[in-house]
């Protein structure tokens, strides 16, 4: 059984700076693609940033310059250092990833969700 918890979310003034984590758990064979979308009410969930394994990353263009995507493979864990907040960054923060459970075997799992919350 593999999960993904997310941590780090929380109320933060307009400017302030939040750190958020996602750590894997469960029977892991390895981790290729990791990401990090946001859902603000009434609205789709978007793509905020990705990395890949070998650290590749890519960023929607209403975070770049202030959001930076990293990871540690050893610990199973990706981060998202969020600078400069907006309110309008406000949203629930998920993980996602593609992680196998075996050589065979590759899913795509996502996180409970933490909430962001940037006031102005």
């Known amino acids: 059984q593999v999960q993904l918890v997310e941590s780090g979310g929380g109320l933060v003034q307009a400017g302030g700076s939040l750190r958020l984590s996602c750590a894997a758990s469960g029977t892991i064979f390895g981790i290729n693609y990791m990401g990090w979308y946001r859902q603000a009410p009434g609205k789709q969930r978007e793509l905020v940033a990705s990395?890949?394994?070998?650290?590749?990353?890519n960023y929607a263009d209403f975070v770049k310059g202030r959001f930076t995507i990293s990871r540690d493979n050893a610990k199973n864990t990706v981060y998202l250092q969020m600078n400069s907040l907006k309110p309008e960054d406000t949203a629930v923060y998920y993980c996602?990833?593609?992680?196998?459970?075996?050589?065979?075997?590759?899913?795509?799992?996502w996180g409970q969700g933490t909430q962001v919350t940037v006031s102005s």
């Open positions: 996602n990833a593609d992680i196998g459970s075996d050589r065979y075997t590759l899913l795509n799992y």
């Open positions: 990395i890949t394994r070998g650290g590749s990353t």
